[in-house]
């Protein structure tokens, strides 16, 4: 009966991926289901060790945390909604780490799931570049903005960004099974690093540079051909639209330098504060700006404590907390700043915490391989924890932190190296 419970409850996870195909609504049954189908086995033997682990208790103190930050701020119920099934994405991380210890061939099949899922996003998002409509009939809105199944929502390219760990995590898995893996991890960065670009999500480009020179580092002496692959791909890839997509150039090239520089941009950014250099364009900078705002004019309670989860909405139209014109967004649009704003300074000190543990594993595994380069490397691990820092990135826009689809994934990846980590620790005693 338990394993029967255990199998339909793998089966649920292996159809997640496919969810963000059809919606949010898809995504969250699933996981509910699951979590209540693990939980259920979990107190029918007894099994509480699984809820003991340390990250589970760091988790579920955020939780808490997001709660008391709720409950003292202006909007309670509305931000409630937010911070008190918070500990639903806790639940996932103990439901990924509980059937794996259960089904041995879980995480495989999981992560598997994940790259039909991009590959089905891949063919449907190069179908609507070619056709200017997807398989579904979901047409082209921003001619440099392929959008696939997200329809009006213009986030493939982050996306994919968010799941590359996890598609990396199935090549490591699976490489053994190929006569020649070296080009085949060239071959997934190509049809990556495309699905990014024909996105048009600037930050999504850059992030992916950045996750994927942060892992040649890290990883010194392990992938030299592939680093020169990889280079070679971005130069091609970069080359192309340079010189062959003035829509694309525009976009990706003269925009993005535009808007960092603060020239003309939008016929706006000659009102922007920074007048020499910003990291954001002009509309970001706006909430972000809205944001540092509602932290720096707030009385020292707010300051400790934060607005309260998801209420940057209710508070961005205020005009103390507006130096431009519409300040408003459903959030800033940068992680760290919108942790400051909504959860105050010891949301931010926890968030900083989680900053400097995971470039502590990173810096970590440079040494190790940068002091022998025979060390034993469990790329695996090194994938899902940079993907991560990457989700998690300080100096990029980002989506709101508290959104459905950002923490399914940040989730799914938290408790995919949960489980690969215990498993490891096991294998060693």
Request: proline share 2%; hydrophobic share 50%; charged share 15%.
């Amino acid at each position: 009966m338990n394993q029967k419970i255990i199998n339909y409850s793998s089966i649920l996870l292996y159809i997640l991926p496919y969810s963000f195909i059809v919606g949010p609504l898809v995504s969250e049954s699933l996981i509910l289901i699951c979590n209540i189908s693990v939980v259920y086995i979990i107190i029918k033997h007894k099994e509480f060790h699984f809820f003991k682990k340390k990250l589970i208790i760091f988790l579920t103190i955020i939780n808490l945390y997001l709660i008391f930050s709720s409950l003292l701020s202006e909007h309670i119920l509305f931000s409630l909604k937010s911070s008190f099934f918070y500990f639903r994405w806790i639940l996932l991380v103990v439901s990924i780490y509980y059937i794996a210890s259960n089904n041995k061939n879980f995480l495989k099949y999981l992560c598997l799931n994940f790259f039909v899922s991009f590959l089905i996003f891949f063919l449907d998002s190069h179908f609507q570049l070619i056709f200017e409509k997807n398989i579904l009939g979901y047409k082209i809105l921003v001619p440099h903005r392929i959008s696939s199944f997200f329809a009006d929502e213009l986030i493939l390219g982050g996306f994919v960004l968010k799941i590359l760990p996890l598609l990396l995590v199935c090549f490591f898995m699976y490489k053994k099974y190929f006569k020649y893996p070296k080009a085949l991890f060239t071959i997934l960065v190509a049809l990556v690093f495309s699905t990014i670009i024909i996105s048009g999500e600037r930050s999504a480009i850059y992030l992916f540079l950045i996750f994927f020179l942060i892992f040649f580092v890290i990883n010194l002496h392990k992938f030299n051909k592939e680093f020169i692959n990889f280079f070679l791909v971005v130069f091609i890839f970069f080359g192309s639209v340079y010189f062959f997509s003035d829509t694309y150039k525009l976009r990706i090239f003269t925009n993005f330098y535009n808007s960092i520089s603060n020239k003309v941009f939008h016929n706006e950014i000659g009102r922007s504060k920074f007048k020499n250099f910003s990291l954001f364009s002009y509309e970001h900078e706006k909430h972000i700006t809205s944001a540092y705002l509602i932290f720096k004019k707030s009385d020292f309670k707010t300051k400790l404590i934060g607005i309260g989860p998801k209420n940057f909405r209710n508070f961005c139209d205020i005009k103390k907390y507006c130096d431009y014109e519409n300040c408003c967004s459903s959030h800033p649009h940068n992680i760290p700043i919108q942790i400051l704003a909504e959860t105050g300074l010891i949301g931010l000190a926890l968030l900083i915490f989680v900053y400097l543990k995971l470039i502590q594993i990173l810096w970590k595994i440079f040494l190790s391989n940068f002091k022998n380069k025979n060390t034993r490397t469990n790329f695996i691990e090194n994938s899902l924890v940079l993907g991560i820092f990457i989700l998690l990135f300080p100096l990029s826009t980002s989506g709101n932190f508290f959104h459905n689809k950002f923490n399914i994934i940040l989730f799914t990846l938290i408790g995919f190296w949960h489980a690969t980590k215990i498993k490891k620790q096991h294998k060693s005693l």
